[in-house]
């Protein structure tokens, strides 16, 4: 059974639409984060969350945002959507701060 | 400014050879050294991990070797095989960074039969 669920896994959406990335992990870890990969960089790191609050963001634009409804959860809204956002968004989690990491397989998105 | 490289960009060898991955970084703070190995299609996966206080981490084919001096470390697989045939990325963070892992640009392994 997959440790931490992604959905959709392809998304294809329209430019200056919105859509919302899921990601639900069962690890039982308290933190969860954002990566974006693409050819021009690779693994990108995007949000970190610790307990449901946001601990570091290294997004410069504000059609980024986290949610975190549940502690297990933490989705992922884009706005006003361009073809430059076009990547596989992975989304991670890991027991506290400087510590192993595990991945979901990603969404791969694409801006037309 | 990339705080972690790694060399080479892509590594050909043949099966039964040992691959040597190459990784720096800046960042003095950094103590905690995490190797990811990444298929096509799929997320990335922990292979083998090593913080800084041993200058070597030994699991299975895969071995770390850790220079703290040069801020230099190397992922060994000895033994190569087909199926080792991956990207894999050098990672570190530090104890005071936070909640960020910091990831280098990746080495695309292929193992030839």
């Known amino acids: 059974d997959p440790k931490i669920i992604q959905k959709p896994k392809y998304l294809v959406a329209v430019t200056g639409s919105e859509k919302i990335l899921i990601c639900e992990q069962y690890l039982g870890h308290n933190a969860m984060y954002w990566y974006r990969q693409s050819a021009k960089k690779p693994l990108e790191f995007m949000f970190s969350?610790?307990?449901?609050?946001?601990?570091d963001n290294q997004t410069a634009s504000s059609r980024f945002q986290p949610q975190s409804s549940k502690k297990n959860h933490l989705d992922l809204q884009i706005t006003a959507l361009k073809p430059d956002d076009s990547a596989t968004y992975f989304c991670?989690?890991?027991?506290?701060?400087?510590?192993?990491?595990?991945f979901g397989s990603g969404t791969r998105l694409l801006v037309i | 400014q990339q705080q972690v490289r790694q060399s080479p960009q892509s590594l050909t060898v043949w099966e039964g050879e040992t691959a040597i991955l190459n990784c720096s970084y800046e960042?003095?703070?950094?103590?905690?050294f995490p190797w990811y190995q990444q298929f096509p299609g799929e997320g990335p996966a922990l292979l083998i991990s090593?913080?800084?206080?041993?200058d070597k981490k030994e699991d299975g084919r895969f071995t770390i070797f850790f220079n703290k001096r040069e801020k230099k470390l190397s992922l060994h697989i000895t033994d190569s095989q087909p199926g080792d045939s991956a990207t894999y990325f050098c990672?570190?963070?530090?104890?005071?960074?936070?909640?960020?892992?910091?990831f280098g640009s990746g080495t695309r392994l292929l193992v030839s039969p």
């Open positions: 990672a570190a963070s530090a104890e005071t960074g936070g909640y960020k892992v910091v």
């Open positions: 991670a989690s890991s027991q506290g701060q400087n510590s192993d990491y595990t």
């Open positions: 969350y610790s307990y449901q609050k946001l601990m």
């Open positions: 090593i913080r800084s206080v041993s």
């Open positions: 960042d003095s703070t950094f103590n905690y």
